[in-house]
């Protein structure tokens, strides 16, 4: 099966993307391996659009289990949406095509269907993934986007990504490239936390003007890794009104809070290394959210972040200093 089908969003460059993703990052303690068994399952049951990243550490473990499948007739490469994206040590635009070569030396892939880039807070260059000072302080670095963007655009035209977007962009960090002189390609994506209790309306109202997809992670909360997420976050599957519209539809939590991303038409990446929630991540196809359960869901919005990302906070790029 390949990529065009029922189940999959048209993108502006006309490639296409399966519109419910399988996420791979992982907390830290989860052995490398597990990413690679957690892949393995999702493909059997049906994902073919594949989320990592180079911070994520684990692009090997991920592309062995692609690579599986696809030996083992599964699969066929070009059965399969594979995403990565350029961390913020990368921003400068003659590191730009080596950081992807880099990725692609680890996935042994030829190219990768998305190349995206991960935040737009540029750090100082290096190997470490948050480089900081003897103070412990984040160490930025000063890069014009525009030229990360152009470098991006050349990674598409020497063929090394079918499609190019970005994540953790607000509008007006968007519109900074969508502005940019002699621009090539639009950004086809932009990849944001959004659920029921940071719906991200406006920016997906702006997106759709651009036709631009908004790609939606931490879709069911967040896996509450103290690097990212304050320990005293509420836990989204709890919420009454959720489990209530689950409960008359026959689902669990997390099915509907899936449901209610396709159906305001975003691509949305679930992410779990259980394979009874991987299965049950994957059945949202065959129900339908009543216009009354959407009204209900979006009333839950209370613009909360669990992944609030303050070690980037003094830098003047920082995406989420204005609402989306």
Known sequence: MDLKHSHSVKLNDGHFMPVL???????????????????KMAIDVGFRHIDSAYVYQNEKEVSQAIRDKIADGTVKREGIFYTTKLWATFL???LVRPALERSLRNLQLDYVDLFIIHIPTATKPGEEVIPKDARDKVIFDTVDLHDTWEALEKCKDAGLTKSIGVSNFN????EMILNKPGLKYKPV???VECHLYLNQSKLLEFCKSKDIILGVYSALGSQRDPTWVEKDSPILLEDPILNAIAKKHGRNPGQVALRYQV??????????????????NFQIFDFELTPEDMKAIDGLNRNFRFIKLLFFANHPDFPVHDEC
């Open 92 to 94: 400068r635009p003659e």
């Open 171 to 174: 509008h007006k960090l968007l």
């Open 189 to 191: 994506c932009n990849q």
């Open 21 to 39: 993703g399988f996420g791979t990052v992982a907390p830290r303690d989860v052995p490398k391996s597990k990413a690679a068994e957690a892949t």
């Open 263 to 280: 159906q305001r038409g975003v691509v949305v990446l679930a992410k779990s290394f259980n394979e009874k929630r991987i299965k049950e």
